[in-house]
């Protein structure tokens, strides 16, 4: 069956850094784009970073550009994001998806086919 599951979240200082990952298993992770999206508590979710199904485009959210970095092991079926420079408004759970996309970049989670169960960065002020 299909699996995406998150790890590396945590508590961290405002400033500090974090790496999550996300492995995916139960289907051709190569033929898909993967994305990272977030929910803050009383929030909306909303679109982080995603990356193409090989690595030769990246969209980033203007809030976390030149913060975050997505990247992709296609190997070892994982992706991953990179997180440095947290502020406290980073607070939220992280969610991988993928996206069977032929190439494109999909901000909206609708495009999204599946989803992992989401990892808790809280980041203290």
């Known amino acids: 069956q299909v699996q995406l599951v998150e790890s590396g979240g945590g508590l961290v200082q405002a400033g500090g850094s974090l790496r999550l990952s996300c492995a995916a298993s139960?289907?051709?992770?190569?033929?898909?784009?993967m994305g990272w999206f977030r929910q803050a508590p009383g929030k909306e979710r909303e679109f982080v970073a995603a990356?193409?199904?090989?690595?030769?485009?990246?969209d980033y959210a203007d809030s976390v550009k030149g913060r975050f970095t997505i990247s992709r092991d296609n190997a070892k079926n994982t992706v991953y994001l990179q997180m440095n420079s947290l502020k406290p408004e980073d607070t939220a759970v992280y969610y991988c998806?993928?996206?069977?996309?032929?190439?494109?970049?999909?901000?909206?989670?609708?495009?999204?086919?599946?989803w992992g169960q989401g990892t808790q960065v809280t980041v203290s002020s």
């Open positions: 139960g289907f051709t992770f190569t033929r898909y784009t």
């Open positions: 998806a993928a996206d069977y996309a032929l190439g494109s970049l999909a901000r909206s989670g609708s495009e999204y086919d599946y």
């Open positions: 990356k193409t199904r090989n690595g030769g485009a990246t």
